[in-house]
């Protein structure tokens, strides 16, 4: 069975520069290779995207560039850095444009998002990985993503600022191979678990839902 | 196949006190009725329970039995009412007692919560429902839950203080309607479709690992 | 004692759409008006801002402008919507352009946002106010603003979504209203009363302290 | 002129076991000797606390005499460890029964804590600080206490499980000592400032918004 996972890299850095993120996300991406799981990393600020809340914004926006994407692949990882202790302002830019696909169903009535599975991989040079990943994979949740267990990786260093994961060699902190590791093995395992049996469209599906407006 | 659901009433109050979150669970639990899933309602307040983050505080402890009835459910919703825009602290000493998990394996050397699926289920009189679903959830797959999409239900009133769940008739409102019916159902499905297929014990076993110290 | 109020206003929505977060900021600035506090109201989606985290981001940057304004007010009020259940993207961008203000001092060697209050205002259609407000204000503190009693206001509906503050009028619900007046005295007397006896310069000034990084 | 400050130890461990969070309170009280301020340490899990939200609940409670205590204080330090991204059970419970004050007022009609500074002392062995900080300082102006700048002091270790504050020797680390000393001169100072200049109780005041409900 083929599965293909999109890694959104929501750091604020523009590419070329090197993104500590992009380090971790490394690390897992190291281990879907391994598992034959195709992988794509693309990042939010290389890209034209406007704030709001709906998938199209009209001449300019890029957003339904990621949105195919990210409708295209079975695993979302949702990368980001920490600023001030919560997730970085790319990331919630991203959630926020994510609440156009209420709008829509997949064939069985469902969110869109149904029987897709999300992660999220964090990096700071301090404290706030469990705020990022506490907000990000609920916010999926919502959005119709499953969450398997052990579903983030993060790397930070002790208390206060300091070296980043790039210059702290955060790819050999054991906790963090531990949890890149179980991270990308089980948001795999739910994807195959949910491609060959998909949650039923039965007390889940939009229909007769309809008055109540779309949340965000 | 039969599934038994454990909710935790994390409430503050002392039975046979009313409880407003009670009120929620019972919407949640009439959809487990109908899916032919047992159900049972506890709250840990009517228990002796500690602080602590070990599973055996020794004489008088009677943690063990409520985790007895956790480590025989498929489904744990874990229920509370929001105090000061977080989930109570009934609710923190339970998670807090879950850590004792950590020191234990599943027959597959996977943490003993793997093949579970978590829900959450909040009420408040006001804003915070979102926090304390976030953090819950998120403890949860730490833990070894799996979480379906939509899978947590609250109600909650408008700014300030005011009228509660059971005064407020929040049995009655479109949105907490929506959401206990689609939370139940996506709890049964996953732990139907995990129960038949589980999470394989690869990439995601102690063994190995066990040079890092329980998570907390 | 002539005091100046600068408020952000963090909506998505370019201008000249209606803001439901400008609704509540009106609220909080009639009473500026009774207390002789000169008010400005900016929306930082009206600039150009980049993502990033130093005051000064070359050819185009136009956060320098608001930072210009920052600087010259007593009281800064962060005034946002909510979005899944946290703070707007733009908010976040904000704070994050805000951590360039580490690299400066005042006259006395302390932050330069130091003997500034800080106040939140925030409106959303339903759950999240809480979570806005203390990440916001916490990050406040950690700039050197300091904060009083009661510093926030927000207006949220009940759980789920619906309408927003204007189209529910907002303006005539008793916590909003209450909590507005509370926010706009107590930063007002906050503000007089630190501009007449400021923090003196002994201990938290950064001499000394240089060899830390600056915090992020 | 004479303050007091004390210190509430909201950690899980009942004495005379070694505390990591009374580790770091003794960093922050030397400070407070220097400057000549008069403080107490106590362990909310060394009293008989019921779980609630009013200031009485009758026999055995013991609450009453921490309250009297809080209300001697000039300043209010919540001190507490972290458990699973956040602030312990205890600090919740404290927090909780702090509820209780909303129902007085002060001499001036302002909620009782009116006057008072907050500060918090967080320890962990990863990850959580900012969380624990920005939700209990957020509470505490609820409550009525004043935040200076910089009012909270922290240490935890790198990503995941390990040593604890005094295993670390966190004392010696240059960001906590740089944070405990700000924390503790910040919030004498202002202190001070309230005690010569109180916050005026115009705007502030309970009464006239009587029908509004006591805030949870």
Redesign the interface.
Known sequence: MELKALFLNCT?KKSPEESNTEGLINLVRA?FDELGVESEVIRP?DYDIP???VSEMGEGDQWPEILDKIKAADILIMAMSI????????A??V??RL?GTYAETNEAG??P??NKVGGVVVT????????C???T???L????????????T?????????PSFLEAM?QD????Q??S??M???VV??AR??K??P??P???TVKG?E??????
């Open positions: 604020l281990h600020v704030f709001g809340v600023w001030f202790g919560v997730r970085s302002s790319v919630q830019l959630i926020e609440d469902q969110y998002m149904y700071g040079n301090e404290d706030g990985a469990h705020a990943s506490e907000t994979l609920f916010n949740t919502h959005l119709g993503f499953a969450i398997p267990p052990n579903a983030d993060y790397w930070v260093g002790d208390a206060g600022p300091g955060g902190h054991p906790y963090t531990k949890t590791t179980w990308a093995h089980n395992h739910l678990i949910l060959e049996n949650i039923p039965e007390g889940n839902w008055h109540i407006p779309h949340p965000g």
